[in-house]
């Protein structure tokens, strides 16, 4: 799963990637768009483009920095204008069919080869026409440089199967030869989905956090950073040297629109030409009413799974039962219906596997539905007994909470005062204390100074692994630099081991079931708790042409060098 969500727009990200085909694509035109609907209006990709121009899209998150293998990258959106049409990857993730699969880049010359081992071996084959912007190749060296900074660093977002990695070999500027320390069956989600590759030449013995932070000036994509406005923009060119097809655009400028309210209104008044909206509740409305001369894409087989995240190291949260008993007191079928149903999301997530990658989960959070004999015979169960004021209390202590969101998301605050009221009914006192996105990201989550929270864990490559969130090493701490992504501090018996079949299992039934036991445990454990797949939404104006859709993996940008401004 990639990274993180936690709108009003920071997706965090991190691969639930997947060996096998399972991304089903459910992207649709919505009707009913006034002049711009899909019946009056041509497809984007059947009109003919100019070239040149400049586009300008909304973006509602600001990344905290570009150096994407730092915790502090943890932003969806900066990998979406930045990553994404600027660095080299291994695999990308494209459309077969009905199906989002990993694909070959044009960075290499053939598949890669993989020997199952003892030890498992991949041999990666780079094709000698792939160049950085400044001419200088593509090579095996900069494989070799991009996994040792990923496995032996600190503070990384995500050491995810590069931990496995024993040896990488590169005996000449095509080859690279990586020897794993044990199978790992996911091991197309590396360099590929969260991290490609970086240039050695230009990194290699420097500070590459430093050099990185604020941005950078090569590229092995088809695009260049031309500059980083903070607090107000992100501006993407041609990148001249590319050895691939060349952007028909002049230049794209991501201008950071927070506010989705905002946002929409300079969308309808052409001062933005595309956004990306989260769901809120106003815009659901202003999509489903219409808007003039504007496309509109809903993807409801998105790769987004938006949760109820529990701190399970704070002390009230230590208690499964005080767990389970939370899960019972929440009325999940009524927030998702109220929030989501006018997208088409009518039923609470049972599973910890978002809608594209749903063959690999299980149903077992439908057991958690509301209900408060059952809340009260937990409770009493593990020694809790109600006050006066109507909230359970233990040992002097009382049973009181605090929840967490970025601050001013319209709809996630209306979450949260629903929760809010659902808990208290219950026996359970809630604050709501939300935080800018960089606080939130950078000390919030990472030092686990929080109770509940509510974001969005974002699939950047279909694979089912879930190590990076839910395995124990993934806690960031002192130990491990504070890297990983497990900010809810899970720590399951017995999980870790299921978890590494995953990982490790080339046997597809074995695998199957390896995803399936570990749904069930987390849902047993009530470790945490899955809301709904949130659908993907993207509205562009009839001006801009190309082959506009969304990549449930690599967002709605992942081929904006094929989009232009209509003749």
């Known amino acids: 799963m990639q990274l993180l969500n936690i709108e009003p727009n920071q997706k965090s990200r991190r691969p639930l990637t997947a060996v096998i085909a399972l991304m089903a694509s459910a992207t649709l035109l919505l009707a009913g768009c006034g002049a711009g609907s899909s019946e009056s209006a041509p497809s984007a990709s059947a009109v003919e483009l100019q070239q ?42 494209r459309k077969n069919g009905e199906d989002w699969v990993p694909e070959i880049s044009g960075i290499m010359a053939s598949e890669p080869e993989v020997s199952a081992g003892p030890p498992q071996t991949v041999t990666y084959k780079f094709n000698p026409d792939a160049v ?19 496995r032996d660093g600190e503070d990384v977002l995500d050491k995810t199967g590069y931990s496995a990695i024993e040896d990488i070999a590169t005996p000449d500027a095509q080859t690279a030869v990586v020897t794993f ?90 001062q933005l030409d595309a956004i990306y909206p989260s769901p809120q509740l106003d815009a659901i409305d202003q999509i489903n009413t219409g808007i003039p001369g504007a496309r509109v894409q809903v993807d409801a087989a998105s790769g987004n799974l938006e949760a109820i995240w529990m ?10 039962a005080v767990r389970q008993a939370l899960s019972y007191s929440i009325d999940r079928a009524a927030i998702v219906e109220r929030v989501y149903g006018p997208l088409g ?21 439908s057991v958690y539905s509301l209900d408060l004999a059952k809340v009260d015979s937990l409770m009493t169960g593990d020694g809790w007994a109600k006050g006066a004021d109507g909230i359970w209390a233990k040992d002097g202590n009382a049973a009181n909470l605090k929840i ?17 009221e659902q808990l208290k009914t219950a026996g359970f006192g ?115 042409g190309g082959p506009t859709s969304i990549n449930p993996a690599e967002g709605p940008f992942w081929n904006l060098e094929q989009w232009g401004l209509v003749k």
């Open 345 to 365: 999301v009518k039923s609470p997530a049972q599973s910890f596997y978002p809608p594209s990658l749903s063959a690999f989960g299980g149903q077992d959070f």
């Open 132 to 150: 950085w912007s400044d001419g200088t190749p593509i090579t095996s060296a900069d494989l070799k440089y991009t996994a040792l900074q990923i």
């Open 404 to 420: 967490t969101t970025i601050s001013g998301n319209l709809r996630r605050e209306l979450m949260e005062q629903v929760i809010q």
């Open 430 to 544: 809630l604050t709501i204390e939300n935080a800018a996105a960089a606080d939130l990201f950078g000390t919030i989550l990472p030092d686990g100074t929080f109770d509940l929270g509510l974001w969005t864990l974002v699939t950047t490559f279909p694979d089912p692994g879930l190590s990076f969130a839910f395995d124990s090493n993934s806690i960031p701490s002192d130990a491990n630099g504070f890297s990983g992504l497990n900010y809810s501090r899970t720590d399951v018996p017995g999980l870790n081991e299921i978890l590494a079949t995953v990982d490790s299992s080339i046997d597809a039934a074995e695998r199957l079931k390896a995803t399936q036991d570990g749904d069930k445990l987390l849902a047993d454990s009530a470790t945490s708790l899955p809301l709904a797949g949130v659908p993907n939404v993207l509205l562009t104006l009839e001006k801009v």
């Open 181 to 270: 320390n044990t199978v790992y069956a996911g091991w197309k989600t590396l360099f590929s989905g969260s991290y490609g590759l970086l240039p050695s030449h230009l990194l290699e013995g420097k500070d590459r956090a430093a050099l990185m932070a604020d941005g950078y000036t090569w590229s092995g994509g088809p695009w260049v950073i031309e500059s980083w406005k903070k607090g107000e923009s992100i501006t993407l060119v041609p990148n001249a040297g590319y050895w691939g097809d060349k952007p028909k655009l002049d230049k794209v400028v991501f201008q950071f629109t927070a506010d989705t309210a905002a946002a929409f209104q300079a969308f309808k008044s052409g």
């Open 311 to 320: 701190n399970n190291a704070t002390p009230l949260l230590k208690s499964q």
């Open 52 to 93: 040149g121009g400049t586009l300008v899209i909304g973006a509602e998150q600001e990344p905290d920095c570009m150096d994407w293998i730092a915790s502090c990258a943890g932003s969806i959106w900066g990998s979406y204008m930045a990553q994404i049409t600027t660095t080299p990857f291994v695999f990308n993730v």
